[in-house]
């Protein structure tokens, strides 16, 4: 079955800028996070969406925000782009069919480079 | 706070040679233990992972991994390393409450380097 389809795969925006990441989970994945991946501060979370709902957010300034639609299907959105928003945005799905089914499944990634 | 720690940063070693990536959390309980690698430009792949029962967990390409509660550890290993096994890795932890997954912690990940 297809992965978890993250696009566009490379993207280079401007500062003050806005951009729109698309996230598809895999079919009948219900919850979808992300994910922000720097060399200095690793890998940390975003938020998550569960049924349309935010279900959890990281520590992240009102700029970075999301949204899943009926169909699972993912955005995150910066406004205002900043260089150090530079990184590649993970996105994670999961079933989440109970606790024994735990675990989520990354995509590629999308690579932001602000300049 | 829940942490997690992989104290080393860059490994160098020799293909066939055994291999073992530490890793120590922080964490009030038992927690979910994933063990995650991510080949340049790529996303990450799940090796591995523990949520109860028998401590040493198998996975996938020859990996293993040890869960240690005493030790507070969920370390790495394989017995023989082959070239395309360079990568980073990544070792995780999360937890489930109220009948839902938490979002998962990660360490900041060992580099793993094999000389031919």
């Known amino acids: 079955k297809a992965g978890v389809t993250q696009t566009p795969r490379y993207l280079i925006k401007t500062r003050g800028q806005q951009v729109t990441l698309s996230c598809s989970p895999i079919?009948?994945?219900?919850?979808v996070s992300w994910y922000q991946q720097t060399p200095g501060q690793g890998l940390q979370f975003l938020f998550e969406?569960?049924?349309?709902?935010?279900?959890n957010k990281g520590n992240f300034p009102g700029r970075f925000s999301g949204r899943q639609f009926s169909n699972s299907r993912s955005e995150m959105n910066v406004s205002t782009l900043e260089l150090g928003d530079s990184a590649l945005y993970l996105c994670?799905?999961?079933?989440?069919?109970?606790?024994?089914?735990?675990?989520?499944?990354f995509g590629s990634g999308t690579r932001l480079t602000v300049v | 706070a829940q942490s997690v720690t992989q104290p080393d940063i860059h490994i160098t070693v020799s293909e066939g040679a055994s291999l073992e990536l530490r890793c120590n959390y922080s964490?009030?309980?038992?927690?979910?233990l994933f063990w995650y690698v991510q080949s340049p430009g790529q996303g990450l792949q799940l090796l591995l992972k523990?949520?109860?029962?028998?401590?040493l967990v198998q996975g996938i390409k020859g990996f293993e991994a040890e869960f240690k509660r005493s030790q507070s550890s969920f370390n790495l290993r394989k017995p023989s390393v082959h070239w395309s096994d360079a990568a980073e890795y990544f070792c995780?932890?999360?937890?489930?409450?109220?009948?839902?997954?938490?979002?998962?912690?990660f360490g900041k990940g060992t580099k793993l380097s094999v000389k031919p």
């Open positions: 994670a799905s999961s079933l989440e069919a109970g606790e024994g089914d735990y675990g989520y499944t």
């Open positions: 079919s009948g994945h219900r919850s």
């Open positions: 969406y569960f049924s349309e709902t935010q279900r």
């Open positions: 964490y009030g309980a038992t927690p979910y």
């Open positions: 523990y949520f109860s029962g028998d401590t």
């Open positions: 995780a932890v999360g937890w489930y409450y109220g009948g839902s997954q938490g979002n998962l912690i």
